[in-house]
């Protein structure tokens, strides 16, 4: 497991009505701060790979469908620099992972149907000056050779 990486099991409320449950709450351990909240949508067959934050931490939860989350700490401070983690998230069974700040990150839809990641990150994107540093699907520097030939960016 990556140094700071958290994958947290939610707790699913059910009656009859349907379910409920919380994907993040200011009072769990984990909590950063609140900057937004964002769906991303990947479609079938499609990588939305390698990008990695400098100030930001993020919360995946996949809300529809099923995705594969894959991290990479390149932190030069971290004791498990170099090493990959590789999450399968689903709608089906909630969970919230945390992504610590410069842990390289990307996913990709493993439904039949489109992914949906709902992300709550600790920072309010910036458009003038992204908190956004994208590294090739195919770089050496990441040795996950799955994504090196997947279409994505």
């Given amino acids: ?12 409320l059910k009656d009859d ?16 701060g609140f900057g937004q909240t964002y769906i991303t949508i990947c479609n079938p067959g499609w990588v939305k790979g390698w990008h990695y934050h400098l100030k930001q931490q993020d919360y995946f939860c996949v809300v529809k469908g099923k995705a594969r989350v894959v991290l990479y700490d390149r ?20 969970q919230t992972l945390v992504i610590p700040i410069g842990v390289v ?3 990709e ?3 039949k149907d489109e992914a949906w990641i709902l992300n709550v990150p600790n920072q309010l994107y910036d458009y003038s000056q992204p908190d956004e540093h994208r590294i ?3 770089s050496k520097e990441i040795p996950y ?9």
Wanted: hydrophobic residues 35%; proline residues 5%.
């Fill in 136 to 138: 090739p699907l195919n």
């Fill in 75 to 94: 932190r030069e401070d971290s004791d498990t620099k170099g090493e990959i983690g590789v999450f399968e998230l689903s709608a089906d069974k909630p």
């Fill in 145 to 153: 050779e799955l994504w090196w030939d997947k279409k994505g960016h």
């Fill in 17 to 32: 009505r349907g379910a409920l449950f919380e994907v993040l709450r200011k009072d769990c351990p984990e909590f950063k």
């Fill in 109 to 111: 839809c493993m439904s």
């Fill in 1 to 12: 497991m990556i140094s700071d990486v958290i994958l947290k099991d939610l707790k699913v």
């Fill in 105 to 107: 990150h990307g996913f």
